[in-house]
């Protein structure tokens, strides 16, 4: 590895970190809770310090260090957390955590610092938050986590993104094969609207089934729990224990920690929903309506870019600038990606092109066959 490698790798350090750094401290300002915040600032300093020591490796190098600002996808998951709230991209916090974990691990000049070790605790620390694991919590950490509400949420920027992308290939895909048969702009459009709508209410009622199936399931569990806290407190009690216990506490110290939490009847249903269930007792899981709506939207939103040429325009005309917007439409999709992947924009971008205008040259091809087939 030459010496530009090194120097280009140490940047990406550098930068990765003050993503992270910069990312920590605006959840830290949003957390309504302070033991939370205190939590998300601490990861916060620790990502500066690493973000010195690119620093010190860059001026060693003999490059003055750029400035300490985030990047354009990080200021993008800064205003998502500050509309929609932390739990919008926690995930994707999550999984910048594992990756620098891994890549400080096969580097010579981290490997044998405390950063790899950092790094996992605090993908550890996320995924505790976000309610994803029964461990990898130590000594009093868990009590800075307890009585937070778990992220039922936390793949909405994900499902956002690939419920546009549904919408925008399978319509593409539709319009593009009803085009190849030689039909009229207006038979194209009527057939894109109503696949347009007959995608987006499918998906709607797909995801409403599933929401209000999971809300209906919590309801019966929570109901067996408050039970269970009437009838057998004392099992709850141990059970609580060994939960906490499994999260990193010492036997006495969650032993404790239960007993005071079973001892108020006001909060202690809400604690053995949110450790034993995951669930959240006041949301559920979310609005089932809400979650309909918001899928109905996002298919639609995708799928309407091969139709509207079709609403003011015949011919290959129309062919052309629906495939001009759907690929406008599929980079843009293909860069929206990026956010949690971490790939390059550009390239993300083309191949979600790529792979869409495939979808619609075979689709298109084979509505010419069938149309040249039925003419014949």
Known sequence: MTEKDDIERYLRNFHDE???????H?????????????????????????AGFWEEKLRQAGVTPPPRRPGWRTRVLIWLAGRFGAAFILPTAMGKERGGARSYLDQKESRETDMPGAERSHERLIMAIVGRTSGGLEGGALALLEGRHRAGGGNALRAAVLGANDGLVSNLSLVMGVAGADLSGRTILITGLAGLLAGAISMALGEWLSVQSSRE???????????E??????????????????????ASQADLLAKSIMADKSSSLDTLAREELG???QELGGSAWEAALTSFFLFALGA???VLPFAILSGYTAVIISLALSAIGLFLIGSAITLFTGRPLVQSGLRQVLFGLVAAAVTFGIGKLIGVSVSG
């Open 229 to 250: 806290i009437e009838e057998i407190p004392e099992e709850e009690e141990q059970e609580l224990s060994l939960i906490y216990q499994a999260k990193g506490l010492e």
């Open 18 to 24: 003050i993503d992270s750094a910069s990312l920590y």
């Open 26 to 50: 605006e959840l830290a300002r949003l957390e309504g809770q302070s033991q939370l915040a205190q939590v998300y600032r601490k990861m916060a300093e620790s990502e500066e310090e690493h």
């Open 279 to 281: 669930v959240d007792p």
């Open 304 to 306: 309407i870019f091969p």
């Open 217 to 227: 399931l919590y309801q019966h569990q929570i109901k067996i729990e408050a039970g």
